[in-house]
């Protein structure tokens, strides 16, 4: 690996191996999680200006008016969706720097990752082949649509807030499939969990989150 890849100092492995201690005491105990966390240089994914603060547990600004999510939302977020047993084809709804759609890639066979800002997607794009992560396909669209060719899906993640649920991405989800999905108004939102059973579908609150909002159209 690149030395810019590995880090030093604040980007080192032992800064990231900080934070996957952090997220350990936070209550995530998903191993494989932790594990893949612990080896994607999340520096890579913010502006150099940032990097040295690539690891602390927060959300950072990516530009657009966007942040990358806060590690520990992603490890939660990763795990709920996992904790079914492991997908195997996964949609995500906003790319945003391309952080969470690494760790998806680590993890499941493919993920299928929608962003509505261009230039956002083709950052994320640049960063996922530098870290030699091939089974991720880009579209740039408005992902409340979902992606109806390549459904369904046996997970569903979406890392922007809708004030109401989409029903295409409910219509796209596998039977025993799973969705985490921030909802709501900023200032009052909440992760929910979706899991399909047949026709059935149930929902679960996780717990309150602040996301940027879901926009529609595409940029
Ligand atoms: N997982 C990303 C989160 C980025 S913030 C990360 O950690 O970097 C949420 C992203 O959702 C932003 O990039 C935003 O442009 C995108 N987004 C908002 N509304 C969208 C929509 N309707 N379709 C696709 N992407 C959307």
Known sequence: MSADLRGIGMTSQ???????????????????????????????????????????????PIGFGQTISQPYIVARMTAALLAGGQPSRVLEVGTGSGYQTAVLAKLVDEVYTVERIGELQNLARQRLARLGLHNVRFKHSDGS?????????????VTAAPEEVPEELLNQLADGGRMVIPTGAAGDQQLLLFTRHGDEIHQSNLSRVSFVPLIKGEV
Do not use: C, N
């Open 145 to 157: 649509w979902g992606w109806k060719s390549a459904a369904p899906f046996d997970g569903i993640l």
């Open 14 to 60: 032992r800064t990231r191996d900080r934070l996957i201690q952090r997220l350990r005491h936070a209550g995530i105990q998903d191993r494989q999680v932790l594990q893949v966390m612990a080896d994607i240089p999340r520096h890579i994914f913010v502006d150099e200006a940032l990097a040295t603060r690539a690891y602390e547990d927060t959300a950072l």
